[in-house]
Structure formats: C-alpha cells, structure tokens
C-alpha cells in the first residue's frame, strides 16, 4: 500500500509499527477496540508521532451521541455506608457511660465521611452525612439536659 498525507503506522505496545492504515481503517480499530486514544501514531508522509487521540474524527465519529462513561466510585459508596454505619453505632455508643463523648467523636467522623462521599456524588454519602448530623444534634441534646439536670438536682440539695 502506498503511504497516503492519512495513513498511519500504528506503533504497538512492543514498540513495533504496523501498517501504513488509513483513517478508515484506524476508525474501524477504534470501534473494534484495537486502538485506543492514547495509542501511539506515526505519520507514514511527516514521521511525526502523536495519539490516536489527536488525530481528527477518529474517535469523534465513534463517539458521536454516546455519553461518556463515569466508572462507580467505589470509594464514595465506601464512605457514604461507613457514615451510615458510624451513625448507628453512635446511636448505641450514647447510652454508655461516658459512650456520649464517644458518640459525638464517631458521629462527627461520620459526618465526615458523608459530607466527603456527597461531594463526589454519592446521594447516600449525602443522607449518611444528614443522619451522623442528627445523631450528633441527638448527642448534644442529651448533653445539655443532662447537664442542666445535673445541676438542678444539686440545687435541690
């Protein structure tokens, strides 16, 4: 095949060049999977190398209409359940004595968490952030009553 100003050797992971390909070829590889954008191009006219990424329409084409894909973030769906899992712990960390210190610090870590997996998307971070925040509430309530309790009763004496 005669080197075209489009066609292009495809150099592979073993550093090898295959072809000259033209762009219909190239496009039918990207669609198969073959080539990806960052696979490595040379020019068989200018020698020039560059990724199959930058070379106009090839994957334009392919991907016309298509919404790109956003993996799961895994590590937001971990937060977002440690903060559910945090807050029910606190929840029965507080009916110990001396538990609603603690509760308040694991809620507050919770609330952490949560807030951290909403940022990145997450709806449950989000309600995991919104229970630790009420278990806290929760925490401080019985503090001050209790508190204020406390010192009532003392006044009786």
């Known amino acids: 095949m005669q080197p075209t100003e489009s066609a292009y050797y495809v150099i592979g992971d073993d550093g090898n060049k295959y072809g000259p390909a033209d762009l219909n070829d190239l496009s039918a590889w990207a669609r198969e999977g073959r080539i990806h954008p960052h696979t490595w191009l040379e020019s068989a006219i200018t020698h020039q190398r560059l990724t199959a990424g930058q070379v106009p329409g090839l994957f334009a084409a392919y991907h016309t209409g298509q919404q790109a894909f956003q993996p799961q973030n895994y590590t937001a769906q971990n937060q977002a359940l440690t903060a559910f899992l945090l807050g029910g712990f606190s929840l029965f960390?507080?009916?110990?004595?001396?538990?609603?210190?603690?509760?308040?610090?694991?809620?507050?870590?919770?609330?952490?968490?949560?807030?951290?997996?909403?940022?990145?998307?997450?709806?449950?971070?989000?309600?995991?952030?919104v229970f630790c925040g009420l278990v806290i509430a929760l925490d401080l309530t019985i503090l001050v009553v209790g508190f204020n309790l406390l010192q009532y009763v003392n006044g009786l004496r």
């Open 93 to 129: 960390a507080c009916c110990a004595p001396f538990g609603i210190y603690l509760s308040i610090v694991v809620a507050g870590i919770g609330f952490y968490l949560g807030a951290k997996s909403g940022r990145a998307g997450n709806m449950a971070g989000s309600v995991g952030a």
